[in-house]
C-alpha cells in the first residue's frame, strides 16, 4: 500500500490482512479529536469491466446501509463510521475491536471446555437471529471472524460476506449480472452454500462446525466423515462432551438444511434446555441378539460399536400418599368415661370464656364478618395510559410486540391456597363457611416467568393466526381490552393485515419488585427486536425497531393465576 492517508482523513497504521477481495487496514481517523482507531476495508472488484462497474457501486452502497442498520442496532456486530469510494477501489470503515479472534484464542490456550463453548454460543445465536430476521445470511462464519472483545468477554460477528457478493458480480453474454464467485470458508461452508445457494441453516452448519472445532482446535477437514451419510465423526476426538451437547452439535452440521436447526432460535432453546437423561426401567427378559451400530472406517479412525439402549418399559407413577396408619386401639370403659368429659369440660368453659369476652367489648359490633382485606396499590400504577405500548402505526393500534417460539408451552403458576373463614350471625352462632381465596406467595422469579410466557405468545397473537387465547390465559381487565377486545391490538391488526416479525427478546434486569396480596408490580428492562409489515410485506418504519426499554407491569392474582393487568412504559 503506498498511501498513508486513505480520503484524507484516515491514517494506515498496519496491514491486518489481505485477500482476494484486497486488504484490511489499521488506521486512525486525524479528523476526530480522539484520533479513533478503525478498522479500513478495501474491496476490490472481480471483474474490471466498465458495463459493470456502475451496478457494483449500486449494490456496494446498498450493503453499506445493510452494515450501518446491523451496526446501529447491535453492539456484537462492528458500527460501520463511512464507506467511499477512491481511484476506483471501495472502502468501508468500522469499529476497531479489540479482543482476539477464537482461532487466536484455541491457539495461545488449547481447546476449551464444554461449559466456554456453549456460553459463546449462547451469546451468538441471539445475534444471528438478529442478523437472519433483517432476510440476511453472513455466509462465512468461522473462528477467524468471531472476536472475543476484551472489554467484556462478549463474541463479536465481523467479515460479512455480502459486499463480497456485489465485489464478485460480473456480466454474462446475455447481459444479465451474476455472482461470480462463491463466498464462504472451505469446510465450514455447506454444500448448499457451495454451490451458490445459501440459506438461514448454512450459518447454523458454519457455526456448529466452529463450535466443534473449539472443542477438539481441528479443523473440519482434518475429521473423517462417513461414506454413507457425510456426517462429521468429530465426537471421539472431544472430550468430557455431555451427549445433550454433542446431540446438538450434530444436529447443527447435518449435511441436509431440512435436517439441520431451521432457525438460530431453535438452536438456542435446545442449549438451554437439554433433554432430559431417561433411565430405562430393566426389562424382565434381556434382549437377545443385540444389534451392534458400527461406524466404517475412514481415515485410520474407528469410533467405538455401541449397543442400542432397550425401550423404556412404562412404570405408573409413585403416589406420595402417607401410608395409613394402623387402626387404634380399643379402650377401656374407664379410659373412655374419662376423654369423654373431658371434653365437655373443655366445651363449657369455653362456651363461658366467649360469652364474657363479648360482654366485656361494648364497642364490638353486633354483625362480624370476616374478610379478607383489600390490597392497596399506588393509583399512577392503575391509570388509563400506562400502556406497555403507545405508539402505533396509523391504522394498527398494538398494545405491547415482543416474540418467542409459537410452540413454547406457558406456564401457569401454583394452585392457590383456599381457606374457609367463619361467619358469625347477630347471636355470635356460627351459620356458614365462606371460602376465602389466598394468592401463592409470588416471587421474582414468579413474577419473570409470567412476563416471559407473554413475550413468548406475541408471535401468535400479534401476526398469523392472531390468536388471541393466550391473552385470556396471560392478561386480564385493561390489558385484556386493549390487547384481545373488540377494538384492542389483536383484531386491529388482522383488519389492516399488519403483523410483527420479533428477533431478539429478552429480560435484562429487574429494577423494582412489590407485592401487595393479590397484586404485585415488578419495573424490568426489556431488549426487543421488531418489525412492523403491512399487507403487502412492506416494513413500517414507524413501529420498526431494535431497542431497550424499562416498562413496569402491574400483575393481579386472577382465576387462580397471576395475569398482567396493565403495562407502563416508563423510559423508552
Known amino acids: 500500500m503506498t498511501l498513508t492517508l486513505l480520503n484524507n482523513r484516515y491514517q494506515v497504521l498496519r496491514v491486518l490482512g489481505s485477500g482476494g477481495f484486497g486488504e484490511t487496514f489499521l488506521a486512525e481517523d486525524t479528523q476526530m479529536p480522539s484520533n479513533r482507531r478503525c478498522v479500513i476495508k478495501q474491496l476490490k472488484p472481480i471483474a474490471n469491466n466498465p458495463q459493470v462497474y456502475q451496478l457494483i457501486q449500486q449494490r456496494f452502497q446498498q450493503e453499506a446501509a445493510i452494515l450501518e442498520e446491523l451496526g446501529d442496532r447491535s453492539n456484537q456486530i462492528p458500527k460501520l463510521y463511512a464507506y467511499f469510494i477512491d481511484n476506483g477501489q471501495f472502502y468501508l470503515v468500522q469499529e476497531y475491536i479489540e479482543g482476539q479472534t477464537l482461532t487466536q484464542k484455541i491457539q495461545q490456550q488449547g481447546v476449551l471446555s464444554e461449559i466456554a463453548v456453549k456460553g459463546i454460543l449462547i451469546d451468538i445465536l441471539p445475534i444471528l437471529e438478529f442478523i437472519?430476521?433483517?432476510?440476511?445470511?453472513?455466509?462465512?462464519?468461522?473462528?477467524?471472524?468471531?472476536?472475543?472483545?476484551?472489554?467484556?468477554?462478549?463474541?463479536?460477528?465481523?467479515?460479512?460476506?455480502?459486499v463480497k457478493v456485489s465485489m464478485g458480480t460480473i456480466m454474462t453474454t446475455s447481459g444479465n449480472s451474476t455472482p461470480s464467485i462463491v463466498i464462504g470458508t472451505p469446510g465450514f461452508m455447506p454444500m448448499e452454500q457451495s454451490v451458490g445457494r445459501p440459506v438461514f441453516s448454512s450459518d447454523i452448519?458454519?457455526?456448529?462446525?466452529?463450535?466443534?472445532?473449539?472443542?477438539?482446535?481441528?479443523?473440519?477437514?482434518?475429521?473423517?466423515?462417513?461414506?454413507?451419510?457425510?456426517?462429521?465423526?468429530?465426537?471421539?476426538?472431544?472430550?468430557?462432551?455431555?451427549?445433550?451437547?454433542?446431540?446438538?452439535?450434530?444436529?447443527?452440521?447435518?449435511?441436509?438444511?431440512?435436517?439441520?436447526?431451521?432457525?438460530?432460535?431453535?438452536?438456542?432453546?435446545?442449549?438451554?434446555?437439554?433433554?432430559?437423561?431417561?433411565?430405562?426401567?430393566?426389562?424382565?427378559v434381556?434382549?437377545?441378539?443385540?444389534?451392534?451400530?458400527?461406524?466404517?472406517?475412514?481415515?485410520?479412525?474407528?469410533?467405538?460399536?455401541?449397543?442400542?439402549?432397550?425401550?423404556?418399559?412404562?412404570?405408573?407413577?409413585?403416589?406420595?400418599?402417607?401410608?395409613?396408619?394402623?387402626?387404634?386401639?380399643?379402650?377401656a370403659t374407664w379410659q373412655q368415661g374419662v376423654i369423654i368429659g373431658g371434653v365437655i369440660g373443655s366445651l363449657v368453659v369455653g362456651g363461658l370464656w366467649l360469652v364474657r369476652g363479648q360482654l366485656s367489648s361494648p364497642t364490638q359490633p353486633s354483625t362480624n364478618v370476616a374478610t379478607s382485606p383489600t390490597p392497596t396499590i399506588s393509583p399512577s400504577l392503575n391509570s388509563p395510559n400506562n400502556n406497555e405500548e403507545k405508539s402505533t402505526p396509523p391504522t394498527s393500534?398494538?398494545?405491547?410486540?415482543?416474540?418467542?417460539?409459537?410452540?413454547?408451552?406457558?406456564?401457569?403458576?401454583?394452585?392457590?391456597?383456599?381457606?374457609?373463614?367463619?361467619?358469625?350471625?347477630?347471636?355470635?352462632?356460627?351459620?356458614t363457611n365462606t371460602p376465602v381465596t389466598i394468592a401463592p406467595k409470588l416471587t421474582e422469579a414468579g413474577a419473570k416467568n409470567v412476563i416471559n410466557n407473554w413475550l413468548k405468545a406475541k408471535q401468535v397473537m400479534f401476526a398469523p393466526p392472531y390468536n388471541p387465547q393466550p391473552a385470556s390465559?396471560?392478561?386480564?381487565?385493561?390489558?385484556?381490552?386493549?390487547?384481545?377486545?373488540?377494538?384492542?391490538?389483536?383484531?386491529?391488526?388482522?383488519?389492516?393485515?399488519?403483523?410483527?416479525?420479533?428477533?431478539?427478546?429478552?429480560?435484562?434486569?429487574?429494577?423494582?419488585?412489590?407485592?401487595?396480596?393479590?397484586?404485585?408490580?415488578?419495573?424490568?428492562k426489556v431488549t426487543e427486536d421488531r418489525t412492523l409489515f403491512d399487507r403487502n410485506g412492506n416494513i413500517l418504519p414507524k413501529e420498526t425497531d431494535f431497542k431497550t426499554r424499562t416498562v413496569r407491569y402491574t400483575l393481579q392474582f386472577v382465576d387462580q393465576r397471576w395475569k398482567i393487568a396493565s403495562t407502563q412504559i416508563i423510559s423508552k
Open 205 to 284: 452448519y458454519s457455526l456448529g462446525l466452529t463450535a466443534i472445532y473449539l472443542l477438539t482446535g481441528k479443523i473440519p477437514s482434518e475429521f473423517p466423515t462417513d461414506p454413507a451419510t457425510g456426517d462429521i465423526l468429530w465426537r471421539n476426538f472431544a472430550f468430557n462432551i455431555s451427549p445433550d451437547f454433542a446431540a446438538v452439535l450434530d444436529k447443527a452440521v447435518q449435511q441436509s438444511p431440512r435436517d439441520r436447526y431451521l432457525t438460530a432460535r431453535d438452536m438456542l432453546i435446545a442449549l438451554q434446555n437439554p433433554v432430559a437423561p431417561t433411565i430405562p426401567a430393566i426389562p424382565t
Open 397 to 431: 393500534k398494538v398494545v405491547d410486540s415482543n416474540s418467542s417460539n409459537s410452540n413454547t408451552p406457558i406456564n401457569t403458576p401454583s394452585t392457590p391456597i383456599s381457606t374457609e373463614q367463619p361467619i358469625i350471625s347477630e347471636d355470635n352462632s356460627t351459620e
Open 473 to 524: 390465559e396471560l392478561t386480564t381487565g385493561q390489558q385484556y381490552e386493549q390487547v384481545a377486545g373488540y377494538d384492542g391490538s389483536i383484531n386491529s391488526l388482522k383488519t389492516d393485515g399488519h403483523y410483527y416479525q420479533y428477533g431478539l427478546q429478552q429480560i435484562d434486569g429487574v429494577d423494582d419488585f412489590v407485592v401487595n396480596g393479590n397484586q404485585a408490580t415488578i419495573q424490568v
Open 132 to 162: 437472519h430476521s433483517k432476510h440476511i445470511v453472513h455466509r462465512d462464519i468461522k473462528p477467524d471472524n468471531i472476536i472475543l472483545r476484551f472489554a467484556d468477554g462478549k463474541p463479536i460477528l465481523i467479515d460479512f460476506g455480502a
Open 286 to 331: 434381556p434382549p437377545t441378539n443385540p444389534t451392534l451400530i458400527a461406524t466404517p472406517v475412514n481415515g485410520g479412525h474407528v469410533s467405538t460399536p455401541t449397543i442400542p439402549s432397550p425401550p423404556p418399559v412404562y412404570q405408573p407413577p409413585i403416589s406420595y400418599s402417607p401410608e395409613p396408619s394402623p387402626p387404634p386401639k380399643s379402650l
